[in-house]
């Protein structure tokens, strides 16, 4: 993780979760991560309605010029990128584990703007993840941001945070699995790997 606000966030989650592979939504208090609320973004994981968002930070609401709330999250991303994201979320909520990924968008006037992007799941009462709490971030922040707005932006390499759990096994700048960037369902048929706690598996042994 490079930027501040993705790493403090995931300091954050981390800690409230502690030895549990995520903490509750109710665990998450808005005034303990007020300095960067206004780059993170909560979503609902409906892939029906294209995980919505619930809420959004003011800088991730100004870089696209609209309210978000209640827009589908996937309507940021181009067509391109809207199956790996949808891939990224489902391995996000399912399996419990967190995702950093880069994307890339352009404004209207066709300067581009480089994001960090990260996305932890959220337990409800104990059982699967009904929440996905995360950042949008830009890597350098432009002069015409705010004033331009952004385009749908392409998801770049992503990595799956690693199985660590609890406050103390998990440095500042946690350690990536090293799956090799993006793990989705078409590099899964032809590799024969799944992503399972963290971890890529590959399938094989004797016949």
């Not at 181009?78 to 996000?92: F, K, P, Q, W, Y």
């Not at 960090?116 to 104990?126: D, I, K, N, Q």
């Not at 830009?138 to 941001?145: A, K």
């Not at 199985?163 to 048929?189: E, F, I, K």
Request: proline residues 7%; charged residues 20%; glycine residues 12%.
């Amino acid at each position: 993780m490079k930027h501040p606000s993705t790493r403090e966030l995931f300091d954050y989650w981390n800690t409230r979760r502690g030895g549990r592979s995520a903490p509750e939504r109710s665990e998450i208090e808005p005034g303990a991560i007020r300095r960067i609320l206004a780059d993170t973004f909560m979503l609902t994981f409906d892939p029906r309605a294209g995980h919505p968002f619930r809420i959004a930070g003011t800088r991730v609401c100004a870089a696209f010029g609209r309210e978000l709330k209640g827009a589908a999250f996937t309507d940021i991303w181009s067509g391109a990128s809207r199956d790996e994201i949808r891939e990224v979320l489902a391995t996000v909520a399912t399996e419990s584990v967190g995702v950093v990924a880069g994307a890339s968008g352009r404004s209207g006037a066709g300067a581009t703007l480089e994001l960090e992007f990260l996305a932890l799941p959220l337990a409800h009462r104990g059982g699967a993840s009904t929440r996905i709490l995360g950042a949008l971030v830009p890597t350098e922040v432009p002069y015409w941001l705010g004033a331009e707005t952004l385009g749908p932006l392409t998801l770049g390499m992503t990595r799956y945070l690693g199985p660590q759990t609890g406050p103390d096994s998990v440095p500042r700048s946690p350690p990536l699995v090293p799956a090799n960037t993006r793990v989705n369902a078409r590099v899964n048929a032809r590799v024969n790997a799944r992503l399972r706690h963290g971890l890529v598996v590959y399938d094989g042994g004797q016949t």
